[in-house]
């Protein structure tokens, strides 16, 4: 998760999936979709691909870690995210969260949280 998060500050899509499984899936947790309260989810790499270019031009977001816990086979991770918009250079912080659930020895899971709250929930009820 170190590495995910190094590139993604770096904007580095190749390196943020490099550890991933070949049927990895993202869900980003303050993005729903088309229903109110259904989350999108990203499978395909070319999904991941336009999400990954489309957040990253528009903002420059530094992740940190904070705390970590593995859970089964999945880890728990608490941490904060710096926003600064590209266009207008305001900038925001705020704490996030992530479970992240691996399979094989690679990362099949990722969903994220805009709190560590939810995502402390979302860890204990987690398939």
């Not at 993604?8 to 899509?13: K, Q």
């Not at 869900?27 to 691909?49: M, N, Q």
């Not at 659930?101 to 398939?127: C, F, K, L």
């Amino acid at each position: 998760m170190r590495r995910a998060f190094e590139a993604w500050n770096a904007g580095d899509f190749d390196a943020w999936l490099a550890d991933a499984h070949p049927d990895f899936e993202y869900r980003p947790g303050i993005i729903v979709g088309p229903a109110e309260g259904e989350p999108i989810v990203y499978r395909s790499r070319d999904e991941l691909r336009r999400f990954f270019d489309e957040w990253h031009s528009a903002w420059r977001m530094k992740l940190t870690m904070d705390r970590t816990e593995q859970l089964g086979d999945w880890m728990l991770v608490l941490g904060r995210a710096q926003f600064t918009g590209l266009q207008s250079g305001a900038s925001a912080e705020q704490e996030v969260g992530f479970i992240a659930q691996s399979e094989d020895g690679r990362v099949r899971r990722i969903w994220s949280y805009p709190t560590h709250e939810a995502a402390q929930a979302a860890a204990e009820t987690a398939p």
